[in-house]
């Protein structure tokens, strides 16, 4: 089956820092990433939406400006944490999709923590 | 997405079929039944689809109403692993037109040994 990583698995970084996520299709070529939050105790939150090669469509109520999303190739996005606070500290997650295929394919998920 | 209801919480006893329920009465014509279900600290992974007939594979059963309104995901022998918050999702059939999966607050499921 399709196989999606990110990296790292867990942060840790200092309050006003900021910390990148990846996320990468292994085995397939994903034309559409997906970035979620997730809570402690609460379910997934979509963040962002982005095609490879176009800017990101961030959901209502996502600061554009703060979380920063790269899609440059058809196996990697990048989520960028920026100047983060411990109100950023949660469970990102990707997932991805390749062109023609609604099936969607989810990372393990990066615990980030920000003291 | 159309909305989905679950119960918030289940318990089950290891080694016994679990059932459980998912209500989608606004479900439209062009939607699948999905279901995903994340472990704790993982990400989703999905477990089954359906349209209208009930569908079979080594994970899961889904058995869905005639109707459609609803469907119910069978775990038939429910071990301690199957512990996770399962999440039941309709998606529509066209590709492009549902891109996004948009969660609801799912079903969390405990296994008693």
């Known amino acids: 089956g399709a196989v999606v990583s990110q990296h790292p698995s867990w942060v840790i970084c200092k309050s006003g820092t900021s910390v990148k996520i990846e996320c990468r299709s292994l085995?397939?070529?994903?034309?559409?990433m997906f970035w979620y939050r997730q809570f402690p105790k609460q379910s997934l939150m979509l963040m962002a939406t982005?095609?490879?090669?176009?800017?990101?469509?961030?959901e209502q109520g996502v600061e554009k400006d703060k979380f920063l999303i790269n899609h440059a190739s058809l196996t990697l996005s990048t989520l960028t944490v920026t100047s983060a606070h411990p109100e950023d500290s949660s469970f990102y997650i990707c997932s991805a999709s390749s062109s023609g295929s609604n099936e969607q394919y989810f990372g393990p998920g990066t615990r980030l923590t920000v003291t | 997405d159309a909305k989905t209801t679950q119960p918030n919480s289940m318990e089950s006893n290891e080694e016994e079929p679990v059932h459980l329920p998912c209500n989608h009465s606004t479900i439209s014509g062009t939607d699948y039944i999905h279901w995903y279900r994340q472990l704790p600290s993982q990400g989703p992974e999905y477990v089954i689809h359906g349209l209208t007939s009930n569908v079979n594979n080594r994970m899961a059963s889904l058995a869905i109403a005639e109707d459609r309104k609803s469907s119910t995901l069978i775990l038939h022998r429910a071990t301690l692993r199957d512990a996770a918050v399962y999440y039941c999702?309709?998606?529509?059939?066209?590709?492009?037109?549902?891109?996004?999966?948009?969660f609801g607050k799912g079903t969390r499921l405990h296994i008693l040994p």
């Open positions: 085995d397939f070529q994903a034309t559409t």
């Open positions: 999702i309709l998606r529509d059939v066209i590709i492009g037109r549902d891109d996004k999966i948009i």
């Open positions: 982005s095609n490879e090669g176009s800017k990101a469509t961030y």
